[in-house]
């Protein structure tokens, strides 16, 4: 696993943050230090996707990166679950292909899609957001939680993990201390942080955990649950 040191040298202007060659490089090293409890999420969406996922139907997960939400799910999933990973970044997609044709043996495909433009899901009983709603355009994601539950199987569930703000602002400013300290512990420097946060500014743009649950039920979503909550993270699940 190579290191994250992005933004460890000192930059005129942290550009906007893109999943591009550089990143996912480190990126399994940059989750993993910068998603307090990662490893533990990936257990709960394994577990809770097991409980959901239809044999014969496909788990899609939008947003899908390097492939270790798969290689999770495939230690705990009937082997006639056919995996459909989306992102919009090649790069990142050709990662996930090496690591997948290594790890995994059932059937499983890869998809660039602009999570922002309307596309195909088919024969679904299980979807997967992690860490990925949060980068589509606000005026766009009750659009695309719309069209996953429209498209979903009947009795199917969507796992959405997202950085969120507190639900207080006098709990907001605590809680993101609070995390900067979690990155410190995981040896980024002062710099780091503040240069990512930079980075991250116009192109990460957290919901309230409520406002997220008001919009799955908004778009027609019923049986709403918190799964896991860390200060500014949560996971939801979400049933049609």
């Known amino acids: 696993m190579n290191t994250d040191n992005i933004f460890k040298s000192k930059v005129e202007r942290a550009s906007d943050f893109k999943f591009n060659a550089n990143v996912v490089n480190v990126?399994?090293?940059?989750?993993?230090?910068?998603?307090?409890?990662?490893?533990?999420?990936?257990?709960?969406?394994?577990?809770?996707?097991?409980?959901?996922?239809?044999?014969?139907?496909?788990?899609?997960?939008?947003?899908?990166?390097?492939?270790?939400?798969?290689?999770?799910?495939?230690?705990?999933?009937?082997?006639?679950?056919?995996?459909?990973g989306v992102d919009e970044s090649d790069e990142m997609l050709q990662k996930c292909r090496a690591n997948l044709e290594v790890h995994l043996e059932r059937p499983f495909e890869l998809i660039?899609?602009?999570?922002?433009?309307?596309?195909?899901?088919?024969?679904?009983?299980?979807?997967?957001l992690c860490l990925t709603l949060q980068f589509v355009r606000p005026h766009k994601r009750a659009q695309?939680?719309?069209?996953?539950?429209?498209?979903?199987?009947?009795?199917?569930c969507v796992i959405l993990?997202?950085?969120?703000?507190?639900?207080?602002?006098?709990?907001?400013?605590?809680?993101i201390d609070y995390y900067y300290g979690f990155k410190r512990r995981n040896n980024y420097d002062e710099m780091e942080i503040a240069q990512k946060r930079e980075a991250l500014e116009n192109v990460l743009i957290p919901y309230k955990l409520s406002e997220n649950a008001?919009?799955?039920?908004?778009?027609?979503?019923?049986?709403?649950?918190?799964?896991?909550?860390?200060?500014?993270?949560s996971g939801m699940v979400a049933l049609k």
């Open 27 to 84: 990126f399994d090293d940059m989750v993993v230090r910068s998603v307090p409890f990662y490893p533990e999420m990936q257990r709960m969406i394994a577990e809770i996707a097991a409980s959901h996922a239809q044999p014969g139907t496909s788990l899609y997960d939008l947003g899908c990166s390097t492939g270790t939400t798969f290689r999770s799910l495939d230690l705990t999933l009937d082997e006639t679950v056919k995996f459909v």
């Open 112 to 128: 660039n899609r602009d999570l922002n433009r309307p596309f195909e899901i088919k024969n679904a009983s299980v979807v997967v």
């Open 144 to 156: 695309l939680l719309k069209s996953i539950r429209e498209q979903l199987n009947p009795g199917g």
């Open 161 to 175: 993990v997202e950085k969120v703000l507190a639900e207080s602002n006098s709990f907001n400013r605590e809680f």
């Open 214 to 233: 008001e919009m799955l039920y908004e778009c027609g979503f019923h049986s709403v649950e918190t799964f896991f909550k860390w200060y500014n993270f």
